[in-house]
């Protein structure tokens, strides 16, 4: 996989910073919904639920971004 990734058509970025781009931009849906519903995902265990899958891609996300996916492309994906 290339280095450089496109961003916003033309600008190039690395793989670690587009991936900590992602990163963040996922964990604000948090903060997005829980404006939105007007609590705390913690308190209903399906928000509960739906913000543990959100971490875990974020945490997955900061993976690729170092590198720690181990040397096989599929690997830890």
Known sequence: MSDNILKNGNDKENLKGYC??????????????????????????KLSEIRDVILTVSAEILKIANHEVGDD???GL
Request: proline fraction near 0%.
């Open 20 to 45: 900590l781009r992602l990163s963040k931009k996922n964990n604000s849906i948090l903060y997005l919904l829980e404006d939105y519903l007007g609590k705390k995902m913690l308190e209903d265990q």
């Open 73 to 75: 492309d599929n690997e």
